[in-house]
T-cell receptor, first 111, second 113 residues
């Protein structure tokens, strides 16, 4: 079982729609959760971090965490073509203190 | 501009060459990392340094040799690499080891012929 699992996509959404990106993790003791955005040919960039159950909003981005279900998601409202990128979920804490990344979900926002 | 600078951005080397990747961070961070990114695979942590002391070597082959002379600089020395080592090598830094908020450099794209 993968430690951090994401659907590789591509996830295609029309401009203006809500994009929903999902991530599950296997270590129940995980404490910190992150979303990184990686444009093609570029390096990952941190866009959201979440540490407690519930929702955390930052502009058009909302991170949602459910530790009981071992599930973290990223919602992007009013999706723009500039949001087209690969989104990496990363998890930290629990039995492994290091940061563990998923393989990423590629998002395509179409005009 | 993330405050983490990597050079060179692209590198082509033969299997018998020796080369080095360089990373410098201007963020005042205490932890620095080397990651390997290959297609269809998650980011692989290679080495971790905290206050210039190595804290983790993630079973990396000895043909990769890290060096951290101070908290701002990190090197990855490469020798007798294999074609399967071709990948994007990313340097990152963080305030300390207790955070997953990493700042990445632009990466060094390595091709081994």
């Amino acid at each position: 079982q993968k430690e951090v699992e994401q659907n590789s996509g591509p996830l295609s959404v029309p401009e203006g729609a809500i994009a929903s990106l999902n991530c599950t993790y296997s270590d129940r003791g995980s404490q910190s959760f992150f979303w990184y955005r990686q444009y093609s040919g570029k390096s990952p960039e941190l866009i959201m971090s979440i540490y407690s159950n519930g929702d955390k909003e930052d502009g058009r981005f909302t991170a949602q965490l459910n530790k009981a279900s071992q599930y973290v998601s990223l919602l992007i409202r009013d999706s723009q073509p500039s949001d087209s990128a690969t989104y990496l979920c990363a998890v930290m804490g629990g039995t492994a203190s290091k940061l563990t990344f998923g393989t990423g979900t590629r998002l395509q926002v179409t005009l | 501009e993330t405050g983490v600078t990597q050079t060179p951005r692209h590198l082509v080397m033969g299997m018998t060459n020796k080369k080095s990747l360089k990373c410098e961070q201007h963020l005042g961070h205490n932890a620095m990392y080397w990651y390997k990114q290959s297609a269809k695979k998650p980011l692989e942590l290679m080495f971790v340094y905290n206050f210039k002391e190595q804290t983790e070597n993630n079973s990396v082959p000895s043909r990769f040799s890290p060096e951290c002379p101070n908290s701002s600089h990190l090197f990855l020395h490469l020798h007798t690499l294999q074609p399967e080592d071709s990948a994007l090598y990313l340097c990152a830094s963080s305030l300390d080891l207790n955070t997953g908020e990493l700042f990445f450099g632009e990466g060094s794209r390595l091709t081994v012929l």
